[in-house]
């Protein structure tokens, strides 16, 4: 409990703290804020109704203090462009990014650890070469440049094996369920090869290090085979440093994924920012910025206390006072 208490003091601080530089960030701009987002051939009298509604003339401190409680009573603002509010244009582009990364991380998943199993596995140094390859290739690929040539294969319309849609996402959404799955296929499968390279990495690195110490040894001392051993002891002992990557690199898949967004025109997180910041809707990228700011840090609060939770030689650490 105390672990978890001291968690979440710095989750709060940290999110506090974050709040307080996306703030800034956008009020040191060149030029005043409302000029910026009135752009620059606005009247005067348009970038001054512009101030006045955004508040600007306030202290920048009682500017702070209402965009903070505004959020704590979860109002993050509302778009100057298209009028909703910003909780309601994320959840959209949400129901687009989360699924993508969720697909991808399967995949990833299903590429990653299995192939780095394999790899500590074999005892061919041909073999051994040839997953090392593998994985510096997979891991090595622009996202750009592996989302071109799945379309050039698998794209309907120019690939080699027309499969699965190249560009858009389903009109209706996921009401069109098996429409909006296909539209995801190939950016999952896009990200999830890179991703899976480096679990791959991962993987095998992790392996490798109990391979030489003495809990698989003791495992075949008692009757089970070298891959036996290695898939319930060693994948079971790895399984701490495993999660914490995975949850990491599924947090880093949110801004990762925006290259793959723009290049299939799915509207998502990142294709959604990037609009917002190109529109000068700075009140959007506020509000946005810190949503995603929130979940990067309560994912690591997850991950944190599921490390602590895997690995429960973490509970005789004395140092925590």
């Not at 974050?18 to 956008?26: D, G, T």
């Not at 690929?141 to 379309?151: K, Q, R, S």
């Not at 075949?220 to 002992?237: D, I, K, N, Q, S």
Request: net charge positive; with cysteine; glycine share 12%.
């Amino acid at each position: 409990m105390r672990f978890f208490l001291r968690r979440l003091a710095l989750f709060i601080v940290a999110l506090a703290v974050i709040s307080v530089l996306i703030f800034m960030a956008l009020r040191v701009l060149p030029g005043d804020v409302a000029s910026v987002m009135a752009g620059t051939n606005s009247p005067p009298a348009r970038v001054a109704a512009l101030r006045a509604q955004l508040g600007l003339g306030r202290p920048l401190v009682q500017q702070y203090t209402d965009w903070a409680v505004a959020l704590l009573h979860g109002d993050f603002g509302v778009s100057m462009l298209t009028g909703r509010t910003i909780s309601e244009q994320v959840g959209a582009r949400a129901r687009v990014t989360f699924p993508l990364i969720g697909m991808g991380m399967v995949i990833a998943l299903l590429i990653g650890i299995p192939l780095g199993c394999a790899s500590s596995l074999v005892r061919s140094e041909r073999l051994r070469a040839l997953f090392h390859v593998l994985a510096i290739v997979g891991g090595s690929i622009p996202a750009l440049w592996g989302g071109l040539l799945l379309i050039l294969l698998l794209g309907k319309g120019i690939g080699l094996i027309g499969l699965f849609p190249s560009q858009g996402f389903a009109q209706r959404g996921w009401a069109d369920f098996a429409r909006a799955l296909s539209s995801l296929a190939l950016p999952a499968l896009t990200v999830g090869i890179i991703v899976g390279a480096g679990l791959m990495r991962y993987t095998r690195a992790a392996l490798g290090e109990l391979l030489s110490g003495n809990a698989v040894d003791m495992a075949m001392a008692c009757g089970m085979t070298r891959a036996r051993a290695m898939m319930t002891v060693g994948l079971r002992l790895a399984m701490p440093q495993l999660v914490s990557v995975i949850g990491l690199t599924f947090a880093q898949m949110i801004t990762g994924v925006m290259v793959v967004e723009n290049l299939f025109d799915l509207p998502g997180l990142g294709e959604g920012l990037i609009a917002d910041v190109g529109n000068r809707d700075l009140i959007a990228v506020q509000g946005e910025l810190f949503m995603l700011a929130a979940f990067f840090l309560a994912l690591g609060l997850i991950v944190d206390l599921l490390h602590r939770a895997l690995d429960p030689r973490l509970n005789d650490l004395r140092g925590e006072r």
